[in-house]
């Protein structure tokens, strides 16, 4: 038996479907709650994206404070952002507002990649254990999830949230052994971005990148990478032989 990580955007399911969907389905759900014009609230949401995702890359944002106030400030001013771009007063609880909207939101949207309910499938038919370790928070890897029908084929969560870190920093994953009973050395980590791989490497966690685009050639693979998937097809097949349950040598799939 293995333990598997997968993340959740980029990897399971496709952000850019997510983002045109989400876009109207947030806008929508607003719309029926509070009133005003469908492009009104589109509007909003355009202009509030846009500042939270800059705001989110500034390295400042994230000074002095955990990872989850940061997460918990920046949502509560995107959403209110979006009511005043609306012509909205702005709600009385904006953070637990945005959770709401969110999960509630993405639940409906099935961004899941074709290959993703497939592999999930044939681990836990092999045995294995599956969790999803992702940077986001709790309402949107649970919408995202729901949307996706994959939270009830999942034996765990790991989020930002669940940590109180970057996924991109070794606290996020020095809390996944004792918390889940997990062997690092026996687990394996499937993300697309190497930083991610490169702080679960520092834990012992075993380490595999979805490069689903090809933006990494062979060459640059730095040596915390077992092996590169280009889908996740191939998943499946390499843990059943890297834990030996198929003679199966490629490094590729």
Sequence with gaps: MA??????????????AMEAAYRQRQSEILRSRYGGSLEA??????VAYAWYSEHMEKPETWEGATWLQVVDRSGAESIVRTFREAGVPPPENPRELA???????????????PDAR??????????DRVFLSTAATEANARGALTGARLLDQLDGI???????????ATAYWQGIPGRLGVDPKAAFVVDDRPKYLEAAASVGFRCLLLDREERHP??????????TLRNLVGLPPYVDYAVGRVPDPRKVF
């Design 41 to 46: 609230w589109l509007r909003a949401h355009d």
């Design 99 to 113: 959770n709401a909207i969110e999960f509630e939101a993405m639940k409906d949207i099935d961004a899941a990649f």
């Design 3 to 16: 333990d598997v990580f997968l993340d959740l955007w980029g990897v399971l399911t496709d952000s850019a």
């Design 218 to 227: 062979p060459e640059s693979m730095p040596p915390y990478v077992e092996a």
């Design 158 to 168: 790991v989020t930002g949230e669940t940590q109180n870190a970057s996924k991109s």
């Design 118 to 127: 497939p592999a999930v499938r044939r681990l836990k038919s092999a045995g």
